[in-house]
């Protein structure tokens, strides 16, 4: 009691500005639909308050738009987990599976990292795995639809628990986004 009155008698003093207006939400329909696959929430993971807003940019595979969602576990002071999903859509006409197949094999021939295809949620899926000392970093992607990707970026998750967050996606959800 002592501290909250403490608390509200600096911030009159101080001159406290309002709380900030929360962020609009983005409107909606395609791009932010993108979304609608991905889980607002992941059993033992805190989801992050706000979702970006979609994005566009370029890589090798070509010119995308993105959205993505964060989660977290805070176990301890030196110990926190963090998984990442995004969706990608690189456009009508796209098919983006030999470019995955090519990247996943060279990312096996890497010291220290491990790489496979196998198939999550019934769909094609690249599964690139890396321990540096006791921090494991796992990267999934999932082909929702030929120009469609759901990629998975764990850090300090193993890679069957990182498969097991990701198969929690509803890909036909992303494939049908509009």
Not at 116 to 127: K, S, T
Request: glycine content about 8%; charged content about 20%.
């Amino acid at each position: 009691m002592k501290a909250a009155l403490l608390l509200a008698l600096l911030g009159a003093t101080l001159g406290a500005s309002p709380a900030p207006e929360p962020t609009p939400a983005p409107p909606p329909g395609w791009p932010g639909s993108l979304r609608l696959g991905l889980p607002a929430s992941l059993p033992g993971y805190e989801s992050a308050p706000k979702d970006p807003y979609p994005d566009t940019d370029e890589n090798g595979m070509g010119v995308y738009t993105q959205v993505s969602r964060r989660y977290q576990r805070i176990e301890s002071a030196t110990v926190a987990r963090s998984l990442v999903l995004v969706v990608q859509d690189y456009g009508r006409g796209k098919d983006l599976a030999a470019a995955l197949r090519d990247a996943t094999r060279e990312a096996g021939k890497a010291s220290g990292f491990s790489a496979r295809e196998q198939l999550l949620g019934g769909r094609p899926a690249f599964v690139v795995f890396h321990r540096e000392g006791d921090k494991p970093v796992t990267v999934v992607t999932v082909i929702a639809s030929p120009a469609r990707l759901v990629l998975a970026v764990a850090d300090n998750i193993d890679e069957a628990g990182t498969l097991k967050l990701v198969s929690l996606v509803d890909f036909q959800k992303i494939a049908d986004a509009k």
